[in-house]
Nanobody, 124 residues
């Protein structure tokens, strides 16, 4: 059974920071990739960041590189998304996602299991 529960969203001002958390229950996987996606109102879902099961490899969308950091706590089974220098265009529902196996190019567009999302609103 796979369960992903996001938390940490909210309303914040431009330039502020926010950290999202995703509690992951991945009992069936020995190797997996964890990721964050977002979907802004009226737009398609887009890849934000991903991290390998070991935590040694990370991947980012160009739009967030240098501002967002993905990390994980293997002991707690939590993956984080630290978001700095937030902009109004970062406003979206942020989803945690996972797939078994090592990172694949297809993860830039889709993963297999999803959380319900947490809303982040950045006011100008």
């Amino acid at each position: 059974q796979v369960q992903l529960v996001e938390s940490g969203g909210g309303l914040i001002q431009t330039g502020a920071s926010l950290r999202l958390s995703c509690a992951a229950s991945l009992r069936t996987f020995s190797v997996y990739t964890l990721g964050w996606f977002r979907q802004a109102p009226g737009k398609e879902r887009e890849f934000v960041a991903a991290i390998s099961w070991s935590g040694g490899d990370t991947y980012y969308a160009d739009s967030v590189k240098g501002r967002f950091t993905i990390s994980r706590d293997r002991d707690k089974n939590v993956v984080y998304l630290q978001m700095n220098s937030l902009k109004p265009e970062d406003t979206a529902v942020y989803y945690c996602a996972t797939s078994p196996g090592t990172f694949s190019q297809r993860f830039y567009s889709d993963m297999d299991y999803w959380g319900k999302g947490t809303m982040v609103t950045v006011s100008s």
